[in-house]
């Protein structure tokens, strides 16, 4: 059974970094063709995903994020991470990571769809506010 488990702060001051991690256990983040993505719930609104990095490293962002995000991973350590810059209140968010059993891509662009997900993190609550 795969596992998987955020991590870290729940407070980022207006214009800082959000830097967060996914620990998985119970499979490993290299196996083919697995993707893991970050999405994240801000408050009263749907599910919004961010970025995703596959099997083999290679990494897809969401269009309205991708000047601020970053997601990169640690083999050794079977994690993979989140930095998003320059933040602002509306970041507000329960942010998760999760893992895509069946990874679509087109003409190299990843193609999200919540229904291809089957393991994810209970999430973390992240607010930003001075």
């Known amino acids: 059974q795969v596992q998987l ?17 996914c620990t998985v256990s119970g499979g490993s983040i290299t196996t083919s063709y697995y993707a893991w993505s970050w999405i994240r719930q801000p408050p ?13 490293g290679r990494t897809s962002y969401s269009p309205s994020l991708k000047s601020r995000t ?3 991973r640690d083999t ?6 989140l930095q998003l810059s320059s933040v602002t209140p509306e970041d507000t968010a329960v942010y998760y990571c999760a893992r895509d059993s069946s990874p679509e891509y087109y003409s190299g662009t990843y193609y999200y769809s919540p229904d291809r997900y089957d393991f994810w993190g209970q999430g973390t609550q992240v607010t930003v506010s001075s």
Do not use: A, C, R
């Open 5 to 21: 488990q955020e991590s870290g702060p729940g407070l980022v001051k207006p214009s800082q970094t959000l830097s967060l991690t």
């Open 76 to 81: 050794s350590k079977n994690q993979f991470s």
């Open 70 to 72: 970053s997601i990169s």
């Open 44 to 56: 009263g609104k749907g599910l919004e995903w961010m970025g995703v990095i596959g099997y083999d």
